[in-house]
């Protein structure tokens, strides 16, 4: 089965293989896409480290947008949070939601929109 990248400006011709587990703010479902690992490195931010795995399960007040490397609002829109990999941990990254939307595709884009609520 061919895995087609996320990433809207891909060009690159086969299989994607890095997984990327995209949920929805504020607390929607994870959409699981896959990327070829030059595509998301070639889109994000290179100066934007992944969080710390301590760090996991809340935004860090250090934390950074993936894509565009500025602050994430405290207020306001939620943020995207996604796992990259799947290591345990994975790399956790955030991205302000219209920077996500512009970085992948509008399938993507949409699935991200349909994601039902996260069930507790």
């Not at 607390?27 to 595509?39: F, I, K, Q, R």
């Not at 007040?61 to 306001?76: Q, T, Y």
Request: overall charge negative; hydrophobic content about 35%.
């Amino acid at each position: 089965m061919t895995k087609s990248c996320c990433f809207r400006d891909c060009e690159v011709g086969d299989s994607a293989t890095l997984r990327l587990a995209i949920t929805p703010p504020p607390a929607g479902e994870p959409v699981t896409v896959w990327a070829h690992e030059s595509c998301f490195n070639g889109a994000r931010d290179p100066a934007v480290e992944p969080d710390d795995p301590r760090n996991h399960g809340r935004v860090p007040s250090e934390s950074r947008c993936a894509f565009c490397g500025d602050a994430l609002p405290l207020i306001g829109k939620h943020p995207y949070v996604f796992d990259v990999g799947t290591a345990y941990p994975p790399q956790r990254f955030w991205a302000h939601i219209d920077c996500l939307h512009g970085a992948v595709g509008p399938g993507v884009v949409e699935q991200l929109k349909k994601a039902p609520p996260m069930k507790y």
